[in-house]
């Protein structure tokens, strides 16, 4: 079993920062790739972020140029530094870790964090 624990989360007032971490715990042999999606209420769960293991990202369109994804393959941790934060970035924010191979499996699998909550005022 694979555990994602979120950390970061919190309130900001527009134009601040945040920095959210996911750390992935268990019998990890590999971790295809890391990333971030965010649920605004009533809205849609959607990618925020990610980043394959080999170090390609890919970012939604409306926070390209404001988030920056990194990754920390040896500590199978995923960061997230949020600069210039707007009112409808607020949302949960979930880690994602797919294509995960235990040790001693062939089989990969997707995990999902339960969520932060990031709070942008105006």
């Known amino acids: 079993q694979v555990h994602l624990v979120e950390s970061g989360g919190g309130w900001v007032q527009a134009g601040g920062s945040l920095r959210l971490s996911c750390a992935a715990s268990?019998?990890?042999?590999?971790?295809?790739?890391m990333g971030w999606y965010r649920q605004a209420p009533g809205k849609q769960r959607e990618l925020v972020a990610s980043?394959?293991?080999?170090?390609?990202?890919n970012y939604a369109g409306s926070v390209e140029g404001r988030f920056t994804i990194s990754r920390d393959n040896a500590k199978n941790t995923v960061y997230l530094q949020m600069n210039s934060l707007k009112p409808e970035d607020t949302a949960v924010y979930y880690c994602?870790?797919?294509?995960?191979?235990?040790?001693?499996?062939?089989?990969?699998?997707?995990?999902w964090g339960q969520g932060t909550q990031v709070t942008v005022s105006s």
């Open positions: 994602n870790a797919a294509g995960v191979q235990m040790i001693g499996s062939l089989r990969v699998a997707t995990y």
């Open positions: 268990g019998r990890i042999f590999s971790i295809g790739a």
């Open positions: 980043m394959t293991r080999g170090g390609t990202t």
